[in-house]
T-cell receptor, first 114, second 114 residues
Framework: DQQVKQNSPSLSVQEGRISILNCDYT??????FLWYKKYPAEGPTFLISISSIKDKNEDGRFTVFLNKSAKHLSLHIVPSQPGDSAVYFC?????????????FGQGTILTVHP | NAGVTQTPKFQVLKTGQSMTLQCAQDMNHEYMSWYRQDPGMGLRLIHY???????DQGEVPNGYNVSRSTTEDFPLRLLSAAPSQTSVYFC?????????????FGSGTQLSVL
């Protein structure tokens, strides 16, 4: 039972354009959502997060949007740069007793072409 | 600051062998966890610990054992390796003060079981 799903295994965009990565979830108890970025042979690194009480969070070129009614979130990268090429994982967290226990999606491989 | 250090980086085992994956963090984080990453599955939680002497099971604990005798170290033991345990293993840590969901990951251990 995949509670967090990233249905696009890969995405290819041109440098300077917008990258949109999508994520869907099924567990209504999730109240915090995160995006992690992973380069080959490295561990994932935290990118950006959003609480369920918000519908948008922005950090520089990265913006995460949350649609609770649709149980959907997306990560927008504008403008995309070749250094953004990596695997992006969506993750979710239910507060309280789920202390630090993240549920991850399958990941989306983003390739940004110069 | 080394962060989260995992050893070894690569390991090949024969079915039935046992081994310990080492994980150490120098950030004085209370929370530590082990994830495995498999193609098409994302990262799945194996075991986690909220402090020294306290451990609990995650989503896929079978075949693995953990202990937490110090704040810094959280080793993962494979009791009798099976080909299904071929995976990339990541150790992570976090602290309530920084957001328990914002995990710091090690660079991973790539394990092959023949």
């Amino acid at each position: 039972d995949q509670q967090v799903k990233q249905n696009s295994p890969s995405l290819s965009v041109q440098e300077g354009r917008i990258s949109i990565l999508n994520c869907d979830y099924t567990n209504s108890m999730f109240d915090y959502f995160l995006w992690y970025k992973k380069y080959p042979a490295e561990g994932p690194t935290f990118l950006i997060s959003i609480s369920s009480i918000k519908d948008k969070n922005e950090d520089g070129r990265f913006t995460v949007f949350l649609n609770k009614s649709a149980k959907h979130l997306s990560l927008h990268i504008v403008p995309s740069q070749p250094g953004d090429s990596a695997v992006y994982f969506c993750a979710a967290y239910a507060g309280g007793t789920s202390y630090g226990k993240l549920t991850f999606g399958q990941g989306t491989i983003l390739t940004v072409h110069p | 600051n080394a962060g989260v250090t995992q050893t070894p980086k690569f390991q090949v085992l024969k079915t039935g062998q046992s081994m310990t994956l080492q994980c150490a963090q120098d950030m004085n984080h209370e929370y530590m966890s082990w994830y495995r990453q498999d193609p098409g599955m994302g990262l799945r939680l194996i075991h986690y610990s909220v402090g020294a002497g306290i451990t609990d099971q995650g989503e896929v604990p079978n075949g693995y054992n953990v202990s937490r005798s110090t704040t810094e170290d959280f080793p993962l033991r494979l009791l009798s390796a099976a080909p299904s345990q071929t995976s990339v293993y990541f150790c992570a840590s976090s602290s309530p003060g920084q957001g328990t969901e914002k995990l710091f990951f090690g660079s991973g251990t790539q394990l092959s079981v023949l």
